[in-house]
């Protein structure tokens, strides 16, 4: 239970929702979008979030799109983690929620909500950053659409009041052989101590990953270095360990130096498989 009252808003249309939130804001109620809500609840109800609204997204039919065409694939904010990964079409983001949290909670966890949430590991993120995905988002500026880079580094950084509507994937890196591996501490269902997703596109090696570091990235230093083909296997996986874009991370979960160990491990059975298959 929350032990607190707020204002809760379903809107059906964009730009609905835009303006309940400007409106809220104006009048200090601290409002939150809601898709999947399980972070927003979660916290509330420890007390490290106490919003005055939230504002449900579920309701706007372009929020709940999920679609293929020529081009694109199309996933809008309020598809589950379980949507995603039973509509089997990108099997690499289809692993990634497979593999957060257990069943129940992925039928909760939404997509906009795991890259938007304040969770650092944000796993969905990693498929979209090596299959060069783009965002629409609706805000200030109205609805626009924008590479996923340029609005995700390491979190989503969006414009006050701007929301996420659609993840949009091309349609030649769905099928792209892939990788995806998670490490934990302990238990298989767990925050990862590192995740590694690869996608093999163009006869070119990209990696990103997870819980590594203190937020998800994709380097372009450490693709480099793992495609050179004038370098050993095992200089490859060294250099690209010393590449990394941030200190490691350390906590009770595990030290900077054994999740570099861990790193180290993935990336040696990954081009391991990128060698001789079956990636």
Known sequence: MIPFDFIYCRPDTMEDAYQAF??????????????????????????SIRPGAVIDLKQIPQCRVLSLDSEELHLGSVCTLNEVKESKLFPLLALACGRIADHTNQCRITLGGNLCGTIRYRETCLPLLLADASVTLFGRQGLRTVPFTSVFDGRMRLDAGEFLVQVHVPRKALQAPHYHIKQTASEKIDYPMVT???????????????????????????????NAQNLSGADRVRKAV??????????VEGSAEYRKFVFQTILEALLEEVTHGPL
């Not at 093999?200 to 570091?213: E, I, K, M």
């Not at 010393?242 to 906590?251: I, N, V």
């Open 242 to 251: 010393e590449l990394l874009p941030q200190p490691a991370y350390d906590d």
């Open 22 to 47: 400007v409106q809220l804001q104006t009048e200090g109620k601290n409002p939150y979008y809601y898709a999947g809500g399980s972070e927003i609840i979660t916290m509330a109800r420890a007390g």
């Open 196 to 226: 590694v997703a690869a996608l093999w596109q163009d006869h070119f090696l990209r990696v990103a990953c997870s819980g590594l570091c203190a937020e998800p990235f994709r380097s372009a230093e450490m693709e480099a270095v793992l």
